[in-house]
Structures are given as C-alpha cells and as structure tokens.
C-alpha cells in the first residue's frame, strides 16, 4: 500500500474501476494523494502488479462487512443428527426420511447414525444397505458428503442439502385469520297482547229511603194494623 509499494511501474485503477494503463508508481501516488485516497495493490503477482486508487479505511470496513456476513452464513448451518437402528420397520423409516427431508429443506447438514448391538455387529451390510437407500431416497435435495462408514459399533453418514432443497419444501400455509363475529342487536320482545276479559253487566248499589218515605210506610202499616184489630172485635 502506498510507499511499500517495490514495483517501478503498476496497471493503475482509478476509484471507478477505469483503467489507466501502465504508469509509474511514483505517478499513481501522485494521483493517489490528489483525491485524498491511498494506492492499493490489489494484485501483487501480475506482472506489472495491479494497483487501484481507493479509500483504504472504507475498503478494509468493507472487507470486515463481508467476513462477518460469511462468518455468520457459515454458523446458520447447523449439524443436526438421525439415530436409527438396523431392524427398523417401515413405518418409522418413514417418520425418519420425513424428518430427514424437513433438516435438509432448512438448509442444515444431517448426521445419520446407526449403533449396532450385540449379534447386529456381525451383519454391518445391512445397515450399509440402509443407509444407501436412505441417500437413495433423498438424492434430488442432498449431496453425500461423507459415505456411510462403521466406527466401532456406530455407522456414520453425512448428508448436505441441495441448493434446490429449499424449493422444493412443502411451503407451509399460514392459519387464516379467524373472521369477526357479527352480534346480531336483539331487540327487546314485545309483549303479547292481553285478552280484555269479558264485560259483566253492573248492578246498581241499591239507593237508601229517604226519612218522609220511610214515614209513610210505618203509618201505611199502623193504620193496617188498626182495621185489622177493629175487624177482629
């Protein structure tokens, strides 16, 4: 960079990426110092070397930024693991191919791993067969990038997803969103008609005699009395 710079002449870039051909170092310094900026060689073994005018600070935050970014795709891959046996039945190879596919569509790298167990050591064959056809089975999203391989009483098999792994998961539909209820307004009843009961017919309240009326009958009956009394003499 700048001054450290042993070549007499350099293939000069400008800080747009056009080429300036062939020019002395001393010269793409000069260049270099007019825009504020440093000489860089960025190809120290073409003949002449390469050298490009450009902001080193902005150029070396850069090139961290990408580190970083790599650094951090590199760990999003996890190693994740499948334990099988070798007498394992259909029903749940198939849960495990299952599983197996649902890691690789993640974008993570499978272990699959087999333990042998007491008279299963003296048939490694077929734990080899079951893992070749579990390879079989997945070959359009995984690469084998390690080939089964007994280690003891264990058989190991690493897979690495496809690029097209992803693609081809099953997109998982989002739960649609539960529709408003519409409350009815309920309006108060209203009552029932009451049947008007039947009409009777109103007897009047009997009126009490007057004094001079009462008068009369009591002397009406006394003089009854009286021609009663001189018929009977």
Do not use: W
Not at 128 to 144: D, F, K, Q, R, S
Not at 162 to 186: F, H, I, L, N, Q
Not at 202 to 219: C, D, H
Request: hydrophobic residues 40%.
């Amino acid at each position: 960079m700048n001054e450290r710079i042993r070549a007499r002449e350099v293939r000069l870039i400008d800080e747009n990426g056009a080429q300036l051909g062939i020019v002395p170092v001393q010269q793409a310094l000069q260049l270099a110092r007019q825009q504020n900026m440093d000489l860089i060689e960025v190809a120290p073994g073409a003949q002449p070397p390469v050298c490009r005018i450009m902001d080193f600070g902005k150029h070396k935050y850069q090139m961290q930024k990408k580190e970083r970014e790599a650094h951090k795709k590199a760990h999003a891959s996890e190693m994740r693991l499948i334990r099988l046996k070798p007498q394992i039945d259909k029903h749940d190879l198939e849960i495990k191919t299952k599983k197996l596919r649902e890691m690789l569509a993640e974008g993570d790298k499978v272990r699959i791993q087999l333990r042998f167990r007491g008279r299963e050591m003296s048939r490694p064959h077929l734990g080899m067969e079951l893992l070749n056809g579990i390879a079989a089975g997945v070959a359009e999203i995984a690469t084998v990038e390690s080939f089964p391989r007994l280690e003891g009483r264990m058989m190991n098999m690493l897979l690495s997803p496809k690029p097209s792994a992803r693609a081809a998961a099953p997109k998982k539909e989002k739960p649609a969103a539960p529709k408003p209820e519409t409350v009815e307004s309920k309006e108060p009843a209203a009552p029932a008609p009451v049947a008007a009961a039947p009409s009777q017919p109103v007897t009047p309240a009997p009126q009490p005699a007057s004094p001079e009326l009462v008068k009369e009958e009591l002397y009406a009956k006394q003089a009854e009395d009286a021609e009663d009394g001189g018929e009977a003499g």
